[in-house]
């Protein structure tokens, strides 16, 4: 889900000891994006990846889940 994405990269850029500017700066991205993507209310993109994905019969999972 969005959340589950959104707290795995907020534990991945808190271990990297990154800031929410930081990581959203070499990533190309605006911090409030960044933020939003983090708590789960932007969802948009993810959908549409999620979709691709289904159509294409990939399943997406992440190798780590320990946040």
Do not use: C, F
Not at 39 to 62: N, P, Y
């Amino acid at each position: 889900t969005a959340a589950s994405l959104g707290q795995a990269v907020r534990h991945y850029r808190l271990n990297a000891g990154l800031s929410q500017t930081e990581l959203a700066d070499r990533v190309g991205l605006s911090p409030s994006y960044l933020s939003r993507l983090e708590h789960g209310s932007e969802t948009e993109q993810l959908r549409r990846i999620v979709a691709i994905l289904k159509v294409l019969g990939v399943r997406m999972t992440l190798q780590h889940a320990d946040w």
